[in-house]
Nanobody, 127 residues
Framework: QVQLVESGGGLVQPGGSLKLSCAAWRFGLDYSAIGWFRQAPGKEREGVSC????????YYSDSVKGRFTISRDNAENAAYLQMNSLKPEDTAIYYC????????????????????WGQGTQVTVSS
């Protein structure tokens, strides 16, 4: 059974940083695009970022562009989301997801575009 496991969430003050990790079990990420989503209470799941298997193409939502950086390490079968200058509105459960095809500006934000999901990790930004 394919499994994606997120880690690295927690409580951080506004302006602080966190780095989320997404590890894959029984599934090779080499040829998969990896996306990060978040869901705040009472809101729909929002696409945050995506990185393709070629390392070259990445996509970000306007709400995180310039503050978050997505990366991956195929040798470690993992992906990461470095989050800087965090704001209270970044508070949410963060999920990683994988899709067998590439992501693009037209699909990275769609939950329907991904085949596998992790269970999520809570990020809380508060003073």
């Amino acid at each position: 059974q394919v499994q994606l496991v997120e880690s690295g969430g927690g409580l951080v003050q506004p302006g602080g940083s966190l780095k989320l990790s997404c590890a894959a079990w029984r599934f090779g990420l080499d040829y998969s695009a990896i996306g990060w989503f978040r869901q705040a209470p009472g809101k729909e799941r929002e696409g945050v970022s995506c990185i393709n298997s070629d390392y070259g193409s990445t996509y970000y939502s306007d709400s995180v562009k310039g503050r978050f950086t997505i990366s991956r390490d195929n040798a470690e079968n993992a992906a990461y989301l470095q989050m800087n200058s965090l704001k209270p509105e970044d508070t949410a459960i963060y999920y990683c997801a994988a899709r067998t095809g590439p992501c693009s500006s037209g699909n990275y934000y769609s939950v329907l575009a991904y085949d596998y999901w992790g269970q999520g990790t809570q990020v809380t930004v508060s003073s």
